[in-house]
């Protein structure tokens, strides 16, 4: 599923695709793994909602059933929204429908879906296609660019192809010139993102998504993609010099991360993760990697064959 699908899907969930493409898109998107994730994802943002739900959800049964003119059915329910049309939307992804229909709570959460929607910011979405060449080397004291180890933006071939666009970002050393790593199995790139005012006034949390792929797939090597968003609460100017990850990992406010074992060659494999932030929270640091787990090296640092990662996003996303 690429990145014109996922604005296409989120444009249908908003009410603001029109039918002639709404039932061409679901056909198309029926078979693809990739999209039922990815409809998944954006309908567990309603499962934080039923404590809230179930205290709302009988008031809102007894509004509805003591409406009597189709005004008062117009005021209940939101004019524009694809939520209604759910039904379609199942039959391209009925494993998506499971999340919804346990309970009478999902009856009760209709008038609420359009407030979960505002909710959620995009914040980064980068497909390395321009402003992208080599990494900067080490971790970043400003906001808005790529550095770590070695890496570049590099145009897809016909063997292997971005995730959306035309290009991706190569993972190439596990090291960058001058830093004398006795040993190093790690590919890592970051990027410090300012979310200062996004908090909303419940529950926020930012969520950092993206792809890898490699190469070629051998018996005796394995790699994985690795995600790891970090919280920091204060100003710049306050960090160390240099920054290290060791210190961001012991002075965050928060942190997750997650990883994917990649388990198959040119295929592009999803890894998201969630952390909670708050209005104190400042910027997120982003750590993304490429980690050869196996075979385990003695000295020296990795480098990297083929191995790869694309559309890297950023949301953050403001619960009742």
């Known amino acids: 599923m690429n990145e014109s699908e996922r604005q296409l ?3 249908y969930l908003d009410g603001e695709l029109p039918d002639a493409e709404s039932v061409p898109l679901l056909t198309r998107l029926e078979t693809d793994p990739q999209a039922i994730s990815y409809l998944a994802e954006r309908a567990t943002l ?7 739900l179930k205290r709302r959800h009988s008031q809102q049964w007894a509004v509805a059933s003591t409406a009597k003119s189709s005004e008062s059915r117009d005021v209940a329910r939101p004019r524009n929204s694809r939520w209604f049309a759910w039904p379609p939307l199942a039959a391209a992804a009925g494993v998506v429908i499971g999340l919804f229909c346990a309970s009478v709570a999902w009856a009760a959460a209709l008038p609420w879906l359009s407030e979960v929607r505002q909710s959620l910011k995009v914040v980064l979405s980068e497909s390395f296609e321009k402003g992208v060449g080599k990494t900067m080397p080490g971790l970043p004291r400003v906001v808005g660019v790529w550095s770590g180890d070695e890496a570049e933006a590099v145009t897809s071939t016909p063997a292997i192809k971005s995730q959306s666009g035309g290009k991706m970002l190569r993972f190439i050393s596990a090291t960058y010139p001058g830093e004398d790593s006795p040993r190093s199995q790690w590919s890592d790139v970051y990027r410090l993102v300012d979310v200062r005012g996004l908090a909303g006034a419940g529950q926020s949390v930012a969520r950092l998504s993206a792809s890898f792929l490699q190469d070629t797939l051998s018996p005796e090597q394995r790699f994985a993609g690795r995600a790891e968003a970090l919280a920091i609460d204060k100003e710049l ?3 160390p010099s240099p920054l290290t990850l060791a210190w961001l990992e012991q002075n965050n406010s928060a942190m997750g991360a997650r990883g994917a074992v990649l388990t198959a060659a040119r295929t592009w494999q999803h890894v998201s993760v969630e952390v909670p932030i708050t209005r104190e929270t400042r910027y997120i640091m982003l ?4 980690v050869q787990e196996q075979p385990n090296i003695h000295s020296g640092a990795v480098q ?3 191995h790869f990662i694309d ?7 403001s619960r009742p």
């Not at 309603?46 to 809230?52: A, C, E, T």
């Not at 750590?287 to 490429?290: I, K, P, Q, R, S």
Request: charged share 25%; net charge negative.
């Open 9 to 11: 899907v989120d444009l």
């Open 46 to 52: 309603l499962s934080d909602l039923r404590r809230s």
């Open 237 to 239: 100017s306050a960090l």
């Open 287 to 290: 750590h993304l990697a490429m």
């Open 304 to 306: 990297f064959a083929g």
């Open 311 to 317: 559309d890297v996003k950023m949301e953050v996303v």
